[in-house]
Nanobody
Framework: QVQLVESGGGLVQAGGSLRLSCVAS????????MGWFRQAPGKEREFVAA????????LYADSVKGRFTISRDNAKNTVYLQMNSLKPEDTAVYYC???????????????????WGQGTQVTVSS
């Protein structure tokens, strides 16, 4: 059974940084693309970033491009989201997700991912 466990969220002032981690278990991590999504109160879940199974290809939402960096360590079954220059509008619960199909490219759409973590809260104060 696949499990994804996020960590690293917290409270930070605007302009600050956080690094989120997501540890995966239950199947071969290195052959699945991974994604990060977020959901703010009263809003729909939205795409943040995604990375290919090899780490060679990444996607970003326009709202985070240049500020956030997604990476992965396949030896540690872990995907990361480095968040810099945080803004109050980045406040949300952040979820990692594992792509349903092996060797498929990373995707912007939530439906492409069939395993999700429990989420970690990120709060950015102004």
């Amino acid at each position: 059974q696949v499990q994804l466990v996020e960590s690293g969220g917290g409270l930070v002032q605007a302009g600050g940084s956080l690094r989120l981690s997501c540890v995966a278990s239950g199947r071969t991590f290195s052959i699945y693309a991974m994604g990060w999504f977020r959901q703010a109160p009263g809003k729909e879940r939205e795409f943040v970033a995604a990375i290919s199974y090899s780490g060679g290809s990444t996607l970003y939402a326009d709202s985070v491009k240049g500020r956030f960096t997604i990476s992965r360590d396949n030896a540690k079954n872990t995907v990361y989201l480095q968040m810099n220059s945080l803004k109050p509008e980045d406040t949300a619960v952040y979820y990692c997700a594992e792509r349903a199909r092996a060797y498929f490219d990373p995707s912007y759409t939530a439906n492409a991912y069939n395993y999700w973590g429990q989420g970690t809260q990120v709060t950015v104060s102004s």
